[in-house]
């Protein structure tokens, strides 16, 4: 196991703005405790849309594209930092193929924090439940109140899913535009570069490429969601390389095949238009099993090798 | 600027539980932009209590004790991994000077999630506006809907101090015992090891080490809140060392005086009986100016030496 020398590990609190809240009433609490009560006044000013970026320099990168990590729906950045079952995660992967690697925390979501509602947002989030998690991310079978059994071949660690709910947290849906905003400035900051999106942020990767083809060298979408309507004209990027990763066990969720069925469509406007949009189909190319969270499961080092083959080949 | 050399860089949730929730509506909302309605059903388990922490393993430590870093309330990780003017944060520097660092985000905080309220949480959550971080901060003078002039000498970086109000997330009033159980399973996976906590942090960390004293070799407590009241009896810490670090500008605050009587009281109770209760009052050793954050400090290195200074010669 190398090694990995860095020159830097520093974090970024990127985009945002301030909001004002008043009218709210004045409580009075004991905030530290055995320190007596004191007023508490949380009428101010509040940063919102702001995102959490942490960036890993190596001293050496193999590679001038640092990778952005963007979780999907629901999650944080720490889906790319370990493994349910205790492996490394892709973050160390990268990283040791030669990547500075900026791992981030969308707008709302992990240490990118968030904000009150209704006074800032206007809703309240959602959250995902353990069991729908268990569904939605193609582990196994529903079961009334709990688990049910794993799909056969099933590669995720499905016995230590419950270390991977330890990682969801709420999301709210209609934010999508405030997202963007932030994920704008941070291609700004970091671009250009390759972005990899897990699910939802695989769709905010294939949204920003277009808003902002310049600095983006590559999106690469694992099972990513949310896709761009297919153009009716020109394709902001068509010229930027695109692959879509895709797992296993789809015959179990009719919900996921309309959702790949979105980006079958835009991936062929690409195609359409002369782009590079590429599928990595998993069990087509001999690996069976994999779940929505390839990266999680035990043969998740062969799919991001195979990942980073294509990278190199269609970035060079 | 030497290098950091790692053979490990990995994240981990701590402790916590599942809560089962039931009898929510069924919403029908989209979930996946373009990927029309579904239904939403929010019934069924959560993870609640739980807290994240990131390793960091040196190649070739100089230490033998990892320095786990816990933050203040309201506030996150990030605040040990870059400074608001753009400068690497104290975990760099401590990887520099040859410790391993975990940086945690306590229960509710962050990356750990957090849970519905009020099915789980009883209660919503406090916000601190920035106004009221300008104050409490010890930043500078207050003033009618905006910030005042910085203290005279401040060495907080006050023309970034938006970059840490964009830091600042919700928090909790009573969860203490949830986040204190969290930490204890913290200590059994890393201890023997250093804590430094900021604020409440530090008071944590403070009563983590009463707790379970043979998992603590030394408390580092950076302007540190919520102390435990001086023990009658034996003091179940003594044979820790302790360390209290205090900024500058307490004269504008009888909160800040309030709250230091406190560690003041407990630090007494630990001499006393014997231990190792030591205070760096910065500007008595001739740094003047900080804030309450001084590893945000434009002088923040300086204060960290002195730190270091200490903590080797109280481990050895």
Redesign the interface.
Known sequence: ?P???????????IG?A?RC?QDLPI?H????????Q?A????????VG?M?A?E?RL?RPRSALPVLLWHG?GM???QW??TPDGR??W??RL?QAGHDVVVC?AVER??A??A?FPEIYAEAP???????AWRLFRIGHAAPGGYGAPFAGQRFPSQCF??L??????RW?GH?AMAAAAYDALLQRFGPCVVMGHS?GG?FAAHAACRQPQLVRAVIGIEP???P?PHAGPQPAAAIAHLAVWGDHFEHSP?WQ??RA?TDAYWQGLARAGGRADVLDLPAAGLRGNSHFCMLDTNGDEVLQRVLDWLKDSTQ
Chains 1, 2 share one sequence.
């Open positions: 196991m090694e990995v020398c860095l020159r830097k590990i520093q974090s970024h609190f945002g301030q809240v409580q609490r004991e905030m530290v405790r055995n320190g007596g004191r508490l006044d949380m009428n101010g000013s509040y940063a702001q959490y942490m890993y001293a729906g944080t950045g720490a930092e370990s490394e995660g973050l160390w990283l925390d992990g240490r924090g968030w009150m959602v959250f995902r439940s353990a069991q729908e419950d270390e709910v330890k990682q969801m947290v709420p849906i999508e939802q769709g969601t949310g896709m309507a919900q309309t959702y979105q």
